[in-house]
């Protein structure tokens, strides 16, 4: 009995020591520090901010579905430059490019959206599509619009109409020497028929020459081309008259450079032109005439009825003839004084049509002269060459675009092939496509070449006609004339 009461009190303090550190084992609730309004205020921000460090890569998936894959020319034309290449420069983008033609500091960029591309479809049009929004060219339309604007300017000589002729005796004239002025001042710079006045004076005056040229030795003196019509520049425009073609034999290049070098910029100095013209030509002997073209009067303050009568008087061989080209009745009164004044002749032309007219009036071509107007479309031959060239310059512009284009699209799609964003069996799918786009290129670019060249032939060959026609008239007149 006694020993079970010791093991009793015995095993009831191990229970107690037991208890007791079971209950120290315990711990407290950690209490953690009230957080004031300002703490969480800048917790917020600084996740804010981590958020705008970090941003979400973007799709561009809604503009690439929409995107139109180009196979004719008005596809072509109607497409969008690429979202990376629409800066490119035209001179670049156009160039004929041996081996690839590389990705810009864009290939960055570039390289991130079609990750994002690949995540998001395995599609080979689709990623043919995206190329052609991230790196299709920007130059097609331009190419297009330059080839539709290329022309030539044929030569075309004088044809004079049967009627000119009709009735004279047909005099062998012996070769003398003419000197055109053309009015460049700044009244040339407006516009008859939809046609800037210059210009038509420009054309009309080479053909001119060429035509007379012929025979004479032939020279350009320009006036008004100097300063502007402001009145601070009156003095410098007033005062400047160029030879622009020294007087020599007619040299169509030569004499064509020297007349498309001309802008009409100021004032109106005809009695100093005439007073120029005289000076250089003090020394000449034989026959000299003189052709002004001009669209109105004197406006530096000079006389030049009395500088014609002058240069006239010099020589019984000498004279001042004027072709007032659309004129006011001012203007047309004081020019026909100066031409009579000159023991010339004043015409009137109202359009373009009567300009021709009236210069061809001042000359009158022999049998042999009718004969060369034929022989001188020859010049059609070089003429020919170069167009081709130049044409041909342009139209390949398109096919080299269409080039540059592929050789970025195929080393962006070898990025997306080491990246192992898409399979081998997707890369062949879409440089398939690449290649029918190359060759829809091509196609387009033959056809509008080929359309150049039959509408600048075209043009070539109604000039042939008019030439043939002329010439078959004047055959035809000198026949029964008996000559």
């Known amino acids: 009995m006694r020993n079970w009461s010791i093991r009793l009190v015995f095993i009831t303090l191990v229970a107690i020591v037991l208890i007791g550190c079971s209950e120290k084992e315990k711990k407290e609730p950690e209490v953690l520090p009230e957080t004031s309004a300002e703490e969480t205020k800048q917790h917020e921000t600084t996740e804010e901010v981590l958020d705008e460090e970090l941003p979400a890569k973007t799709s561009d998936l809604q503009e690439i579905e929409a995107v139109q894959i180009p196979d004719s020319e008005e596809t072509f034309r109607a497409q969008q430059p690429g979202l990376f290449t629409a800066e490119i420069p035209y001179e670049e983008e156009t160039k004929q490019v041996w081996g690839r033609f590389g990705l810009g500091e864009y290939k960055e960029a570039l390289t991130e959206k079609l990750e994002v591309l690949a995540e998001q479809s395995q599609d080979p049009e689709l990623i043919f599509k995206a190329l052609n929004y991230y790196v299709g060219s920007n130059a097609y339309d331009q190419v297009a619009t330059e080839l539709e604007a290329f022309s030539v300017e044929w030569f075309e000589p004088y044809l004079p109409e049967p009627g000119e002729i009709e009735g004279s005796d047909e005099v062998e004239q012996q070769p003398g020497q003419a000197v055109i002025l053309l009015d460049a001042s700044s009244s040339m710079l407006l516009n008859v028929e939809g046609k800037q006045k210059m210009t038509i004076a420009k054309k009309a005056t080479s053909r001119f020459a060429s035509t007379i040229g012929m025979r004479d030795e ?60 005289r000076e250089q030509t003090k020394d000449a002997t034989g026959k000299l ?46 020019l026909k004084a100066v031409a009579e004044a000159g023991k010339g002749e004043y015409i009137s032309a109202k359009t373009i049509d009567e300009l021709d007219q009236s210069i061809t009036k001042q000359w009158l071509p022999s049998l042999t002269e009718v004969m060369s107007a034929s022989n001188s479309l020859l010049k059609h031959w070089g003429q020919s060459h170069n167009e081709m060239i130049d044409r041909s310059n342009i ?36 440089r398939a496509m690449i290649k029918v786009k190359e060759e829809d290129a091509l196609t387009v670019k033959k056809e509008m070449d080929e359309r150049a060249r039959t509408r600048i032939e075209n043009e070539r060959q109604e000039i042939v006609q008019r030439v043939k026609e002329w010439t078959d008239r004047m055959f035809e007149l000198r026949r029964t004339q008996g000559k």
């Open 218 to 277: 032939v020279s350009l003196i320009i006036y008004g081309h100097a300063g502007t019509q402001n009145k601070s520049d009156k003095e410098l425009s007033c005062r400047t008259i160029d030879e622009v073609y020294p007087m020599g034999s007619f040299n169509a290049e030569k004499f064509k450079n020297a007349v498309d070098g001309v802008e009409a910029k100021g004032w109106t100095p005809i009695a100093e032109a005439i007073n120029y013209t």
């Open 289 to 334: 005439t003189v052709y002004i073209v001009s669209d109105g009067a004197e406006t530096c303050g000079g006389d030049p009825v009395a500088a014609a009568k002058a240069f006239a008087e010099a020589s019984p061989d000498r004279q001042v003839n004027i072709i007032g080209f659309d004129v006011d009745q001012e203007g047309e009164n004081q």
């Open 395 to 430: 139209s390949s512009r398109f096919y080299y675009a269409s080039l540059n284009e592929a050789s970025r699209m195929h080393e962006a799609l070898q990025i997306m092939r080491s990246e192992n964003w898409i399979t081998q069996e997707v890369q062949d799918e879409v």
